[in-house]
C-alpha cells in the first residue's frame, strides 16, 4: 500500500493509556539496560506467567522470538513511530497495531484521507469508511479495505485524527490475512485508540 509521505510531527507526540494484560507495548528505543532481545524476553515471560498455563523455557523462547521478529520488521519497514502488540490470549497470533505521527499539512479531511488509505488504488473494493472520534483526539476517520497479493486477501485497518493545536495528525494502523483475527481485534483496538492523546513534543 502507498505510504502517507508527511515528515514527522516537530510540535506533538503521543501519549496512551492501554490496558496492560492486553497490549505489549513495541517501542521504538529501549530502556537503558534494554535491547531487543531482552525486551522480548521481558514480556515473553511476563505474558506466559500471566496466563496461568504450563509452559516451559521453550514456550518463552518461541514467543520471545515472535515479539522479536515484530519489532525487528516494524521498525525496518514500516512508517511508524510507536507500535503496541495486540496479545489478549496466548493462543492468538500477536498483532501490531502501528501508530505514525505526522506533521499537519494541507486539508484536513484530505490528510485524513490519505492517511487512512481512503484512496488506495490498490483495494480490491472500495474500502468501508465511517467516522471515529474519541474524547481526547476529537473527531477521526477511519477504513478498512483489503487487498490481493498471491491469493492472499490482507485486512487493512487505519484511523486517522489531526491536532490543529499541536499540528499533528496521527494514524493507527494494522493489516492481518487473517480476517478473523483482525476482526476479533476491533474492539481492543479502537478501546486502545480512546487511550491515546495528542501532547506537546518534550512532554512524552
Known sequence: MTQPGYPMSKRGWMSVDYARHVWIPCPPV???????GSWASL?????????????????????ARTLADIHEYAYAHLEMHRGFIHLP?????PLLVSFGIWEAAGDRTAQLRILTHADDPE?????????????????????????????IITG???YAWRSEEHATAVRMFTGCPDLGR??????????????VAI????RE
Open 30 to 36: 529501549f530502556p537503558d539496560g534494554f535491547d531487543r
Open 43 to 63: 514480556y515473553a515471560e511476563q505474558w506466559w506467567a500471566m496466563s496461568g498455563r504450563e509452559h516451559g523455557d521453550r514456550e518463552v523462547r518461541l514467543l
Open 89 to 93: 490470549d496466548l493462543g492468538l497470533v
Open 123 to 151: 483495494a480490491i473494493q472500495p474500502p468501508m469508511m465511517d467516522e471515529f472520534g474519541t474524547e481526547r483526539l476529537g473527531p477521526g476517520l477511519k477504513t478498512l479495505c483489503y487487498t490481493r497479493k498471491d491469493e
Open 156 to 158: 487493512h485497518l487505519s
Open 182 to 195: 483482525l476482526q476479533r481485534a476491533i474492539p481492543d483496538i479502537e478501546q486502545l485508540a480512546r487511550g
Open 199 to 202: 501532547i506537546p513534543r518534550g
